[in-house]
Nanobody, 127 residues
Framework: QVQLVESGGGLVQAGGSLRLSCAASGRSFSTYTVGWFRQAPGKEREFVAVIHWSGGNTYYTNSVKGRFTISRDNANNTVYLQMNSLKTEDTAVYFC????????????????????WGQGTQVTVSS
């Protein structure tokens, strides 16, 4: 089990950019697959992006493809979500989640398979 802390959220105009960070401590971070999820007011939590523990595979929900990039820096125990060309519909609380040494598959888009979650960071995009 690792402890996760998100940061980097804030206010930004439509078309702007933000970089979210997910910093981990505790267990060896290099063996954990990490996903990003978001939840807007009145809506269900939805999958955004995931990066496999190996670092070789990534996957994004269709609405963010071409705009968001997930990456990891194991030396610094951090996973990033670079968000460009932000839209008002990207407004939400963003959470990172981790699960150790899980096989790569589309099941990684399901929130319930992740055992460790951060507290969330607010992203607000204004028009």
């Amino acid at each position: 089990q690792v402890q996760l802390v998100e940061s980097g959220g804030g206010l930004v105009q439509a078309g702007g950019s933000l970089r979210l960070s997910c910093a981990a401590s505790g267990r060896s971070f290099s063996t954990y697959t990490v996903g990003w999820f978001r939840q807007a007011p009145g809506k269900e939590r939805e999958f955004v992006a995931v990066i496999h523990w190996s670092g070789g595979n990534t996957y994004y929900t269709n609405s963010v493809k071409g705009r968001f990039t997930i990456s990891r820096d194991n030396a610094n125990n951090t996973v990033y979500l670079q968000m460009n060309s932000l839209k008002t519909e990207d407004t939400a609380v963003y959470f990172c989640a981790a699960e150790e040494m899980i096989k790569w598959s589309l099941s990684l888009t399901i929130a319930t398979i992740y055992g460790c979650w951060g507290q969330g960071t607010q992203v607000t995009v204004s028009s």
